[in-house]
Every structure is written in C-alpha cells, then in structure tokens.
C-alpha cells in the first residue's frame, strides 16, 4: 500500500536492464500471474504434458511389438530436436522444418490429442494453481515427507523407459556430458 506504480514499474524496469533482461524481452506481470502461468504451464506441457505423452507414446509401441530402444528413440530422444525447432522460431518454423508426412501427421493428430477432454483437463490444472489446491497438495506431502513425490519418483525411475534410454544413449558418448553431475538438470 502506497506504492507509487509507476515508480515501481520503473525500479523493475531498472532490475531487468541491470540484470541483463532487457536483451531478450521484458513482459510486463505480476507475481501472481507469473506464479500461476509458470505452474500450469510446467504441469500441462513442460514437465508433466510431455512426460505422459512420451510415456504413453512409448508404451503403446512396446505393447505393439516395437523394439524398446526404437519406441524410445522415436518417443522421447527425438523430442529435443522438435524443442528446439519451436524454440528456434515457434510452431510453424518447426512444421516447414520438419518432413510432409511428419507435418500431414501433426495437423492429423493434434486435434485428436487436444480435444474437449484434454482441454478439461488443462482447466482443471489451472484451477488448481489458482485456487491453491495444488500448492496444498505439495505442502502437505512436503511435510509428510514426500511419500507421494517419493513414490512417483520411484515409479519413473524404474520404468522400462529408462533402461531403454541408457541403451540408447550408450549408444552416444557425446551425451555423457550432459547427463553428469556438472551438467544440465538438478
């Protein structure tokens, strides 16, 4: 209470120049909204979409007969180079990169992907960020410990996914980089 907005608008202005934001972008938020989309957008696509889509993509190729080491290659490993494309210049740059039967394929099965239920799905993740039920969720087993988090910690590492993908990237040195303790991730 009291703040002056613009004065406070410039202070983060400021922040974002001497930090060395303003070379990319400043988009102007709240720390609410920035909390929230960050929420929702790792659970729905980041982190979470991603990973039920891989997961479910490999598994299917599994129970088809497919080779594991393929399903994950196809599934999961091949997914940075699609990342990357849309990171380098968003959705349509990534469709014109990619090959006509990869892009017949996309406009096929996106919207089967993201349906009405899909989108269900994503209101009711939202819900939960803004409402706190999500944060209540995580607090709540944080203090018990992490069981759940533990328990789904468990069952991802033990998943036939992974021993595919060490197969797999055996198969690579170049990425033994990345996977160590100094490299990306936590």
């Given at each position: 209470p009291g703040a002056d907005p613009r004065r406070?608008?410039?202070?983060?202005?400021?922040?974002?120049a001497g930090i060395g934001c303003g070379?990319?972008?400043?988009?102007?938020?709240?720390?609410?909204?920035?909390a929230e989309t960050d929420l929702?957008?790792?659970?729905?696509?980041?982190?979470?979409?991603?990973?039920?889509?891989?997961?479910?993509?490999?598994?299917?190729?599994?129970?088809a007969g497919y080779p594991a080491e393929l399903a994950y290659i196809e599934c999961c490993h091949e997914a940075k180079q699609v990342a990357d494309l849309?990171?380098?210049g968003g959705l349509d740059f990534?469709?014109?990169?990619?090959s006509n039967t990869a892009e017949f394929g996309a406009h096929a099965a996106a919207p089967r992907i993201a349906d009405e239920r899909?989108?269900?799905?994503?209101?009711?993740?939202?819900?939960?960020v803004?409402?706190?039920?999500?944060?209540?969720?995580?607090?709540?087993?944080?203090a018990a410990g992490g069981p759940w988090m533990n328990a789904r910690r468990t069952e991802g590492a033990t998943h036939p996914i992974e021993g595919s993908?060490?197969?797999?990237?055996?198969?690579?040195?170049?990425?033994?980089d990345e996977a160590s303790p100094g490299g990306p991730g936590r």
């Open positions: 406070t608008r410039a202070l983060a202005l400021a922040w974002a070379r990319s972008g400043v988009i102007e938020s709240t720390a609410a909204i920035e929702f957008g790792e659970q729905a696509v980041l982190c979470g979409g991603l990973q039920g889509l891989i997961v479910a993509a490999f598994e299917t190729l599994v129970e849309v990171y380098a990534m469709r014109r990169k990619i899909l989108r269900e799905t994503f209101r009711q993740l939202l819900a939960e803004r409402d706190g039920s999500f944060a209540k969720r995580f607090l709540d087993d944080t993908g060490r197969s797999v990237r055996s198969l690579m040195p170049w990425l033994a």
